[in-house]
């Protein structure tokens, strides 16, 4: 039995390993598919991958559910684009940040490297006039 009916349910079939198409785990999930008339649901979303415009498509869908139910309220329609780069948009952000971060941190790196050679190359500025003064060579 299913723990949130507490009805027994018909085994219709069993799939293979699926992944939610938001999910940010590589993982497989377990997913258990039940139908709407062994197990009604207040709220169902319906995604439609339409070969026309999306307009075109709402108004189609929202007419062939009124046909099956006309009592049945269709909610706001969404391209499925914008609910991805929605529910995207704080794992984006973190990213963002942290490549800020990094950024900032190699441009410190960059920094204190290029004033630890500058004030060694200060430190040894007269040894190297001396060494000029008394013949040596500039590159060896």
């Known amino acids: 039995m299913h723990e949130r009916c507490r009805k ?13 198409p938001l999910s940010r ?6 997913v258990l ?21 999306h307009s075109a498509a709402v108004s189609a869908v929202r007419q062939e559910v ?9 909610g706001a329609a969404h391209l499925l684009d914008d609910v991805r780069t929605e529910w995207l948009g704080q794992p984006r952000l973190q ?4 490549t800020m971060f990094a950024g900032a941190t ?4 960059l920094v204190g ?9 200060a430190l040894r500025a007269r040894e190297f006039a ?7 060579s500039p590159t060896g």
């Open 8 to 20: 027994p349910i018909t085994i219709a079939g069993i799939v293979g390993d699926v992944r939610q």
């Open 113 to 121: 490297l290029y004033a630890r050679v500058a004030h060694g190359v």
């Open 95 to 98: 990213t963002m940040v942290v």
């Open 25 to 30: 785990d590589p993982r497989a999930e377990s």
């Open 66 to 74: 009124t046909l099956i139910d006309g009592s049945q309220a269709v």
């Open 33 to 53: 598919y039940l139908s709407y008339r062994q197990f009604p649901w207040p709220f169902m979303t319906l995604i439609v991958s339409p070969a026309t415009e």
């Open 106 to 109: 190699l441009l410190l790196t």
């Open 130 to 136: 001396i060494r000029l003064a008394l013949g040596a």
